[in-house]
């Protein structure tokens, strides 16, 4: 398994992936599938911000994608990113979200960030056990946030320094 930065030929199963995660899961706090041309406006805006997108590439296809961006947009946030990551779900529980995330620390550091932030539903089981691995303190939840599935959805915060 490599990782690296994603292109835009990675596009179609980075939007399969997303979309699959969409329909199946409270993961992503949105409930209308994305488009092709929605995943390339987002790769380029991160491209253009200097911010990573990378991928698990297993040599002949796409296992998931982790990428990190601004958290809040006023100047005092600057050093504090948000990332996410996502592994397909016929290819977990074999180390790629662990790597994706691992590889996203050293990208964090080079461009001096301070904090990572993961924001994971707190029923994403999976998430928080790979975060809390990876060195992540959850430090807080906000109850009710959100509603997907005719059901509210509590939202858990977690940080880790750079
Ligand atoms: C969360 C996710 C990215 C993990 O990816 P993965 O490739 O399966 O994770 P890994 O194989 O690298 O597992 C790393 C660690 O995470 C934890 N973990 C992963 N899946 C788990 C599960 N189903 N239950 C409990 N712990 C789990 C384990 O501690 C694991 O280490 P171990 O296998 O040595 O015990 C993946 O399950 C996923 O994409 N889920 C749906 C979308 C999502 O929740 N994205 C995260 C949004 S913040």
Redesign the pocket.
């Known amino acids: 398994m490599l990782i690296r930065d994603a292109t835009d030929a990675d596009l179609p199963q980075i939007l399969a992936l997303y979309n699959d995660?969409v329909a199946t899961?409270t993961?992503?706090y949105e409930e209308r599938p994305s488009t092709l041309e929605e995943r390339q406006a987002w790769l380029e805006e991160r491209r253009r911000r200097g911010f990573p997108v990378l991928v698990a590439d297993s040599g002949d296809e796409v296992?998931?994608f982790s990428s990190f961006g601004e958290w809040r947009s006023r100047s005092g946030y600057r050093f504090t990113v948000e990332h996410?990551?996502?592994?397909?779900?016929d290819?977990?529980?074999?180390?790629?979200?662990?790597?994706?995330?691992e590889a996203l620390f050293p990208r964090a550091a080079a461009l001096g960030m301070h904090v990572m932030i993961?924001?994971?539903?707190s029923q994403?089981?999976?998430?928080c056990?790979?975060?809390?691995?990876l060195g992540f303190e959850p430090v807080g939840t906000f109850r009710q946030v959100a509603r997907k599935f005719d059901r509210w959805l509590d939202l858990v915060a977690m940080q880790r320094a750079v």
């Open positions: 995660v899961t993961a992503i296992l998931g996410t990551v996502h592994v397909r779900a290819r977990r529980r074999r180390g790629a979200g662990r790597t994706l995330v993961a924001l994971i539903d994403a089981t999976a998430s056990r790979l975060h809390e691995r």
